[in-house]
């Protein structure tokens, strides 16, 4: 994992955060909830999976030999991803949900080396949120759920804007997360493969109190307010870590892809539900 920010290599003033090895939480049993209070920005786990374990993935995934439903970003940010993203998804949920069930089985059974994806990062989540359990959102139907996650490549070239995720109260389809969780929204990245260079997640030194109406709910490719002179962390993870972001608080995005090599990841939104019992994630 590597920092860097206008200070140098090292963890930025504004941004505190923790670094765990997965197999090890002995000490971090309340880190979500620290985070929720904004006395942490960040949590790293290493070792969610083995570099080498995740070695295969890359070209299984490129190919889409699990046949996964594809959705894609506009144009100019060079991507796409397998699964539907809820922020991208049509105000109409019916087919959003009637695609859910086929990408669930088809996760469960992609080889990550180790425990399947979903239950091994619920698991973790759980046990950095006091043992909370974890899982997709449901659905307003008996039987529906959201989508757990979104796996997503970047390409050459390929990045997201500077945005805040506290979307729950702007996005038509968020209608029935909104009135399920608290509308403080943090996320997981988890890397499968990384880009030759770029590719950083950027957290910004604006939280969304200060700078909500400059950069909240911008899906466009339009003029942006520039970035900087804004002091930032750049976190670059490494095959098989995962970082954990208050990302509804603190402004992000990710840098653009240099080099031939995919950028790929598994991203999900999660919030607290309201009843404070269990944590819901969404793709």
Not at 64 to 69: A, E, K, R, S
């Given at each position: 994992i590597k920092y860097q920010n206008t200070r140098g290599p090292m963890q930025p003033?504004?941004?505190k955060i923790e670094t765990y090895q997965a197999d090890d939480l002995t000490q971090a049993g309340n880190a979500i909830s620290r985070l929720r209070n904004n006395d942490i920005g960040a949590v790293i786990l290493k070792g969610v999976y083995s570099k080498d374990s995740l070695a295969k993935l890359p070209a299984l995934l490129a190919d889409?030999?699990?046949?996964?439903?594809t959705t894609t970003f506009p144009a100019a940010f060079c991507a796409y991803f397998y699964g539907v993203n809820?922020?991208?998804a049509d105000r109409d949920l019916g087919p959003y949900f009637a695609a859910e069930p086929a990408f669930r089985r088809q996760l469960a059974v992609l080889d990550f080396g180790g425990a399947p994806a979903q239950d091994r990062i619920c698991s973790l989540l759980s046990r950095l949120d006091e043992n909370r359990p974890y899982g997709?959102?449901?659905g307003p139907n008996p039987g529906e759920q959201h989508f757990f996650t979104t796996l997503r490549a970047h390409l050459?070239?390929?990045?997201?804007?500077?945005?805040f995720d506290n979307e729950a109260a702007l996005r038509p389809t968020y209608k029935?997360?909104?009135a399920m969780c608290e509308p403080d929204i943090y996320s997981f990245v988890l890397c499968i493969d990384q880009a030759e260079a770029g590719g950083a997640l950027d957290v910004y030194n604006l939280t969304s109190k200060a700078?909500?109406?400059?950069?909240r709910n911008q899906d466009g490719v339009g003029k942006k307010k520039d970035l900087g002179d804004v002091e930032r962390a750049s976190i670059r993870?490494?095959?098989g870590e995962m970082v954990i972001l208050h990302s509804s608080r603190y402004l992000h995005g990710v840098s653009k892809v240099e080099g031939d090599r995919t950028r790929w990841t598994m991203c999900s939104f999660m919030a607290l539900a309201r009843d404070g019992t269990q944590a819901y994630c969404w793709g």
């Open positions: 003033s504004f941004l889409n030999t699990p046949d996964f439903i809820l922020n991208l997709a959102a449901p050459t070239g390929g990045y997201i804007p500077a945005h029935h997360i909104a700078a909500a109406a400059d950069f993870l490494e095959p």
